[in-house]
């Protein structure tokens, strides 16, 4: 079952723009992580943020959790054609094994 | 850190033939785990090992797959009479332990003629 549901599925933006990516979970976690996957390729790790986290930044990257309405945001941003790829949000459940469930993911598309 | 490995980046093989993927983690990580994705889907847990313990396997794991990691360093993932339904890029991580970033290899893409 995919527990992470990202939102929107596909978003075109300008270069220079920022892009917002949403993620909605349903039960409680250990942490939760953003992913860039290019085509054909595979997953590269953005940012881990854990459940007594609220916001966390890297870079030209920000993340929000909120634990109380089980969500979080990935903000890119002056983005640039290179960013363009599919964004995953996955969630470590709260519990003792490490697994993650990841959602369908977000395309992105930065047009030049 | 140079990243975990798998190998064959790419497999295509005729439905009934067995398959094996290698997976080389990154040296220090002693938690290595296998994904599954389709086309337009996020990966799909199957399973996980701690040092050579496998701890956890998901219903997605039929009895035709089995995985291995014989000395806790690299993992192998095999199929056995493979369907057209295990098409899938089948991708391995690692890390070092629970509560932390897990990292990918490019993942191996299997066509099943």
């Known amino acids: 079952s995919q527990q992470g549901e990202e939102d929107p599925q596909a978003l075109s933006i300008q270069e220079g723009e920022n892009a917002t990516m949403n993620c909605s979970y349903k039960t409680s976690i250990n942490n939760l992580q953003w992913y860039r996957q290019n085509s054909g390729r595979g997953l590269v790790h953005l940012i881990l943020?854990?459940?007594?986290?609220r916001e966390k930044h890297s870079g030209r990257l920000r993340v929000t959790l909120d634990t109380s309405k089980k969500s979080s945001s990935l903000l890119i941003t002056a983005s640039r054609a290179a960013d363009t790829a599919s964004y995953f949000c996955?969630?470590?459940?709260?519990?003792?094994?490490?697994?993650?469930?990841f959602g369908k993911g977000i395309t992105l598309s930065v047009r030049p | 850190d140079t990243g975990v490995s798998q190998d064959p980046r790419h497999k295509i093989t005729k439905r009934g033939q067995n398959v094996t993927f290698r997976c080389d983690p990154i040296?220090?990580?002693?938690?290595l785990y296998w994904y599954r994705q389709t086309l337009g889907q996020g990966p799909e847990f199957l399973t996980y090992?701690?040092?050579?313990?496998?701890?956890?396997k998901s219903r997605l794991l039929s009895d035709r797959f089995s995985a291995e990691r014989p000395k806790g360093s690299f993992s192998t993932l095999e199929i056995q009479r493979t369907e057209q339904g295990d098409s899938a890029m089948y991708l391995c991580?690692?890390?070092?332990?629970?509560?932390?970033?897990?990292?990918f290899g490019d993942g191996t893409r299997l066509s099943i003629l």
């Open positions: 996955a969630t470590e459940l709260a519990g003792a094994n490490s697994k993650l469930t």
């Open positions: 991580a690692s890390s070092r332990g629970r509560d932390q970033p897990q990292h």
């Open positions: 943020i854990r459940s007594n986290e």
């Open positions: 090992f701690q040092n050579e313990a496998q701890l956890e």
């Open positions: 040296s220090e990580h002693n938690r």
